[in-house]
């Protein structure tokens, strides 16, 4: 029976992923989030599974992430087959939306921790259960985002997104440092760019609706100037097309970043 950690599944990529994986009746899912009790569409969601877990932390959270590692363990008798990292601090904030450079460094570090060091500690957190899987693969996917490329940025003319970009790059990196750490361990560690993906549906309170309004005109401009892959597209799709590529993953993709179709990552042209 496959195990699948979604980290970061209370909504959005990550709630579609739990609900694909969940809907494999082979598979046990664990569901990672930092407030199950307020992930009220996760809760819809498990009504009546029995092959899923909702497990509690943050991802800037060390410790937390330590205990969601004995819960799994304790689940699978000590193994997980793969690892999906999703959970980000999505900012639509650029350099000038701050009222003084306090206020923006403060930001940026707490996006840092989330969306940088947060693929880092639930990586080195789980790497003892993922190491017990050793007939096949063992999987790591962290999700990417065009807002880590530079030449995007340029083509898309895009100064938001400031700290979530930058904090994306350096999960990018990240995510290639585990490739190569790991690599004669015969893990595959990609980054996997899921595309524009309209996540409204189950969008937090807090996401205003200037940030709703830019997302939509990002996604219809980069369909119609750059073609599907840069479509806006639904949860549903983005990760069914996702979950064939994270199926098919082999030791030669270790250290790839790869598109929801399975190029390799690269800004339009
Ligand atoms: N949507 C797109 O078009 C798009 C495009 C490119 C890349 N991506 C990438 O895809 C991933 C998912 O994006 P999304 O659009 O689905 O974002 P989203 O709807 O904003 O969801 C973000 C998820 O991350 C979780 N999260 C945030 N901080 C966390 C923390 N400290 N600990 C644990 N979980 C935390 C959130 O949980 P809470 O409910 O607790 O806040 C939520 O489940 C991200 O890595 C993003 O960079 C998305």
């Known amino acids: 029976m496959p195990s699948y950690a979604v980290i970061g599944a209370s909504r959005g990529i990550g709630l579609e992923y739990f609900r694909q994986l969940a809907a494999r009746q082979d598979s046990t899912v664990f569901a990672v989030v930092r ?17 899923v877990h909702v497990v509690e932390a943050d991802v800037a959270d060390y410790p937390t992430l330590e205990h969601a590692a004995r819960e799994i363990s304790y689940v699978t008798g000590g193994k997980l087959d793969v690892l999906i990292h999703v959970a980000a601090n999505v900012i639509m904030k650029g350099f000038d939306d701050y009222d003084n450079m306090d206020e923006l460094d403060a930001e940026f570090m707490v996006t840092y921790k989330t969306n940088a060091l947060g693929p880092v500690h639930p990586i080195t957190v789980f790497l003892p259960l993922l190491r017990i899987r050793a007939s096949s693969t063992r999987k790591i996917v962290v999700l990417s985002a065009g807002a880590a490329e530079s030449k995007f940025n340029l083509i898309f003319e895009h100064a938001r997104m400031a700290a979530y970009g930058m904090s994306k790059a350096a999960a990018l990196i990240a ?21 524009f993906v309209d996540v409204s549906g ?3 309170a807090s996401a205003n609706d200037k940030d709703r309004e830019a997302i939509a005109v990002f996604g219809d401009r980069s369909a119609a100037e750059f073609g599907a892959t840069f479509a806006l597209t639904s ?23 790869l598109t929801r179709d399975g190029a390799e990552w690269a800004p339009p042209s």
């Open 35 to 51: 407030n199950p009790a307020g992930s009220a569409h996760l809760n819809v969601a498990i009504a009546g599974l029995q092959n």
């Open 175 to 195: 995510t290639t440092k585990f490739a190569v750490k790991l690599k004669d361990e015969g893990f595959v560690a990609v980054s996997l760019n899921p595309g």
């Open 202 to 204: 189950t969008r937090s």
């Open 235 to 257: 949860p549903e799709a983005s990760v069914s097309a996702q979950l064939k590529i994270i199926d098919g993953l082999k030791p030669p993709d270790n250290g790839l970043h």
